[in-house]
């Protein structure tokens, strides 16, 4: 992969805030495997979701990954707390890591198609 970034729009009541993020992620290795990552401070208190996904560039190609939307609890201590949609995950970083790997099999995939 030549290039990840990963687009993140906040909304509330069904309407999402003109301004989105479109963030690079940064590759880093750790325990035998590949991944991106990156870190994206929200800035709307009244927010109740996230939408977002990943555009991957390979080979001049860029792909894009299906949105997903994820529900925002009320902030505790400052702090907003990510719960997600879909119950059987327990936190937004799990989310992550999940699409990481889907990131890295990718590439893999890419690698050994060329040979």
């Given at each position: 992969?030549?290039?990840?970034r990963?687009?993140?729009?906040?909304?509330?009541g069904?309407?999402?805030f003109?301004?989105?993020?479109?963030?690079s992620?940064?590759y880093s290795?750790?325990?035998?495997?590949?991944?991106?990552?990156t870190?994206i401070?929200?800035?709307?208190?009244?927010?109740?979701?996230?939408?977002?996904?990943?555009?991957?560039?390979?080979?001049?190609?860029?792909?894009?990954?299906?949105?997903?939307?994820?529900?925002?609890?009320?902030p505790?201590?400052?702090?907003?707390v990510?719960?997600?949609?879909?119950?059987?995950?327990?936190?937004?970083e799990?989310?992550?890591?999940?699409?990481?790997?889907?990131?890295?099999?990718?590439r893999?995939?890419?690698?050994?198609?060329?040979?």
């Open positions: 992969m030549d290039e990840a990963l687009i993140v729009q906040e909304c509330t069904g309407m999402c003109l301004n989105d993020y479109n963030v992620m940064n290795y750790s325990c035998c495997m590949d991944f991106y990552e870190q401070e929200l800035i709307h208190k009244d927010a109740t979701q996230i939408k977002y996904y990943a555009k991957i560039l390979n080979n001049d190609t860029w792909y894009i990954s299906n949105r997903s939307i994820t529900n925002l609890s009320v505790v201590n400052n702090n907003p990510i719960r997600p949609e879909n119950k059987l995950l327990p936190g937004f799990l989310m992550l890591l999940i699409f990481s790997a889907g990131l890295l099999l990718m893999r995939h890419y690698k050994f198609k060329k040979r």
